[in-house]
Structures are given as C-alpha cells and as structure tokens.
C-alpha cells in the first residue's frame, strides 16, 4: 500500500534488499542462467553510473533528446562490425531479443502484404519469441523437425516446408535450448532461392561466438557475411554483460529495417513515430549496453570468452563421468543441456539448487527429450569443479528412485480438469497437490510439478502455467 506520507530512501533500499533475499544470486560463479556476470567491479560501475546518468532521457523523441541517437548508433555499428556487417549496416535497440525478433518478423510480414494468411518456417529447437511473434503479429508458424542426435536445423525439411505464402525462414546461433548452431549457409541459401528473408536468432549468440571464434574455437558461419542472411538479433544483456532491456537488431538493407518502423499521424496528438514496440522509453538500457561495451572492450570480451569456452569444456568432460548424465549433442557455444533416460532430472534440478546451482527445467517437447539448462559466463570457471560436485552428488540422491514418473493420480486428476474454464482459486486449491506450498519459504520444490507438465501436451502445459502466473499475480495466495 502507499503511505500517506512519503518513506525514507534509507527505508526503502533496506526493504529492497530484504525482498531481493529469496532471489537467485546475481554475481559470481553460482550462476547459471538469465543472469550474465561479467565478474569486474568496474564494468559494473561504468554501467550503473551510465545508466543513472541518462535514467530521465526519453527516446521516444530523438530530435528532443539527439544524446540517444549518437548512443544507438555507435551501438548499433560496434555490433554490426562484429557481425559481418560495416559502418553502412541498418540497426534498431530493442529492449531484448523477443523485441528484436518480433521487429524482423513484423519487417518480413510487412514485406508481402499480398499474403493474406503469412507463415514462417522455424527448426522446433528456434526460440519461444518466434512463436509469440506469431502470436502476436498473426504469423503462422511452421515448426520443422531437427537431427535427433545433433539437434541442429534440418533444410532439406525446411525447404520442402516453404509455400508461397512463407514470408520467413529462421535458423538460430547458437539454439538456447541445446546450444548448437543450425547450418546457417545452408538455410539462408534455400531462403534466397525463394525469394523469403532469413533471420538469423543470435540472441545469445551473437555477442559470444565471435569472441568464442577469436580463443580459437571452430565456430561455423552464421552472421550477415552469410549470402541470403536477411537480419540477425544479439542480445547485449546476454554476453554483452549490459544491464537487462538491451539487444540489437541488424537489417540487410534500410528498406526492411523501414518495415520494423511505425508511424501514426491519424491522431490529434503529436505525430507518433516508433522504431521498435515501446514508445515512451528510458536511456538508461542503451547507455548501460554502450558504457559495457566500452568499458570491457574487445580485449575484455575476448578474455570473458576464453574463460567461458574454458569452464564449458572442464563441464562437458565432467558430465560424462557422472553416472546417468548426457550433454545433450556437441555444445558449440557456452550453452549446455544435460539430459538422462534413467534419473529424474527435475528431481536432480531440485537438489542442485539447494546445493546452490540453479539447473534451469528445459520440457520435452516433438520427440525431444527434457534436460536441464546451464548457461557458462566468463566468471563461471571457478566454479565448475563445485558445480560438477553438486552435479555428481544431486544424482546420486536421486539414483535410486530412477527415472521420473508422475504419479498415476496427477495424471488422471488433470485429465479430469477443464484447464481452461479453471478459476484462480480453484487452481490455488490443487497446487499442494503437485508439492506446491506457497507459504513455504527457501528453494520450492518443483520436480513434481515440472514432471507433470513435462508428461502434458504443450498447449496444456501453457494453460497450466498461464494460470498458475494469474494465481502468482493475485491476492488468494496471501489469503
Ligand atoms: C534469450 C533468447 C531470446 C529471447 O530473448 P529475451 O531477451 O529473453 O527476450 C531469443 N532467442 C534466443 C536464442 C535466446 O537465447
């Protein structure tokens, strides 16, 4: 509730840091996934304090503010270097990489509007965005099979995919589920053939592969130097190490970047003219994301790489010697999905987390397998031997109940439900039945409700956590 009177900033700051304590850690080498640590103090410090610095500024009007078009310029042009483009190449700051990719499908969509019904063909392995993506702009999007062994795109099957009314091709650099690189020449090629743009997702990729490249790892081709590669995303607040709502989109040419664009003059206000989904937005990310870049500089991305592609080998090595345990295909960035067929893997991600690894829960999903996700960074090498420790121990706990299996009961009681016509507190009352208590405090024990969704058919599973996020939002919980 607000008080009536206004509160103390001391005050404020100590009940942050109080409602920060349950959260995951943020620095160090503990963490594995949606956090990117760049593990120096004075990168940091270049990033807050640029951040602070333009917290005010609105780049909703660049000719009110022309500071926020030198900064997305010079970062725009610092990626495009790295990423097969030049000085030239045509880019937009975006606040992340769904905003990136929604830009490139909204580019391509706009391309044809002869199509009545527009399609895009992506690998099963692309990221979620392109599907809401879809969603959001009325896409349709088809989901082509990957090598079950690789877990890379396959073309032939994407090719024969394509109809006239395919408006993009996608292939990901790496995929973030399994981190493997889909064969870029070859899918950019049978998109030109077709006269259909291709996105490259680099999202995770982008900012991490060719510093990977430079500590002399074999990174195939996946940028714009790439014929038929139409545009790629890269996500600074990923291995940019930049402060969260930064990523990049670059564009082949400026006429499909002027697609990403919206204007709208039919209105009594002042003529509304966006580059990406937001309108009114802070600096604050695009200066964070241009003081890391250069505050670290090429030297210190190449550093972080090495570091990284160092503790993803010792992880890789480990993994095979722990009884049960998979990596999931050969790993060609700093991305790792471990997989089993005989332990329970969520069970396992639950006992790692106590133990203080986050495994982040990865669903099966068209004949792929489940697995967990870790996510190497450049302070990540300190704690790769504790973390196989975790890793070796978290199994031998769950060893002797095999693999997972939710109970016979679970199944049968979901089936029973109309997940669609469930209200919040109806749900509220069945979430102790899957483990789920919301007045406990520590680690949640997920295994059993990440097993059941994982036994569902996606289109349930988001029901599920659809409501389960409504039920997260509203009052009932407290109750
Ligand atoms: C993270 C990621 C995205 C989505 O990025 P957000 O910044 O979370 O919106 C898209 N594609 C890939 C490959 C990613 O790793």
Not at 155 to 178: E, F, G
Not at 322 to 338: F, K, R, S, Y
Not at 423 to 446: E, N, R
Request: glycine share 8%; charged share 20%; net charge negative.
């Amino acid at each position: 509730m607000m008080p009536e009177t206004g509160r103390a900033v001391a005050e404020l700051l100590s009940e942050l840091d109080r409602l920060k304590a349950a959260d995951l850690p943020t620095r160090g080498e503990n963490v594995t996934a949606y956090i990117y640590d760049s593990g120096r103090p004075e990168v940091r410090e270049a990033a807050e304090r640029a951040y602070l610095a333009m917290l005010e500024i609105n780049s909703l009007d660049p000719t009110a503010f022309p500071s926020t078009v030198a900064l997305e310029r010079s970062v725009v042009a610092t990626v495009a270097a790295r990423l097969g483009g030049d000085a030239a190449t045509p880019g937009i700051f975006t606040s992340g990489g769904t905003e990136s990719i929604m830009l490139a499908v909204k580019a391509a969509r706009d391309a044809r509007p002869d199509i009545a019904v527009p399609r895009m063909v992506v690998p099963v392995t692309a990221h979620a965005a392109f599907h809401k993506a879809g969603a959001y702009l009325r896409v349709a999007v088809d989901s082509i099979p990957v090598d079950p062994t690789t877990f890379r795109a396959d073309p032939p099957a994407m090719a024969t995919a394509c109809t006239p009314d395919t408006i993009l091709v996608v292939a990901s650099a790496p995929s973030y589920a399994h981190g493997v690189v889909d064969p870029v020449p070859e899918i950019a090629a049978l998109a030109a053939e077709r006269d259909i743009p291709c996105h490259v997702d680099a999202c995770v990729g982008g900012w991490l592969l060719p510093w990977l490249a430079d500590a002399g790892a074999e990174i195939p081709a996946f940028d714009l130097s790439v014929p038929g590669v139409t545009s790629i995303s890269c996500d600074l607040h990923k291995f940019g190490y930049a402060p969260k709502g930064a990523s990049v989109v670059l564009f082949r040419d400026a006429a499909l970047r002027m697609r990403a664009y919206y204007a709208c003059a039919g209105w009594p206000g002042y003529p509304v003219v966006n580059t990406t989904v937001q309108s009114s937005k802070g600096a604050g990310p695009l200066a964070g994301a241009w003081a890391t870049l250069q505050a670290l500089g090429a030297e210190g991305y190449r550093e972080l790489g090495r570091e990284a592609l160092a503790a993803t080998r010792r992880l890789v090595a480990g993994i095979a010697e722990i009884d049960g345990l998979e990596v999931l295909g050969t790993p060609q960035a700093t991305l790792v999905a471990i997989g089993s067929t005989t332990l329970d893997l969520f069970a396992l991600a639950d006992h790692s987390r106590s133990l203080g690894f986050f495994l982040q829960p990865q669903m099966a999903v068209d004949g792929l397998p489940a697995s967990v996700h870790v996510t190497l960074t450049g302070v990540s090498a300190r704690g790769v031997d504790r973390m196989l420790t975790v890793l070796a121990e978290a199994a031998d706990k769950v060893r002797d109940a095999g693999p997972a299996v939710p109970s016979a009961e679970l199944v049968a009681l979901v089936g029973r439900l109309d997940l669609a016509g469930l209200d919040d507190p109806t749900f509220a009352s069945l979430l102790p039945a899957v483990g789920w208590d919301p007045t406990a405090t520590g680690d949640p024990a997920m295994a059993a409700i990440n097993n059941l969704l994982n036994a569902l058919p996606p289109r349930e599973r988001e029901l599920i956590i659809k409501r389960f996020m409504s039920v997260l939002y509203s009052p009932h919980l407290d109750a």
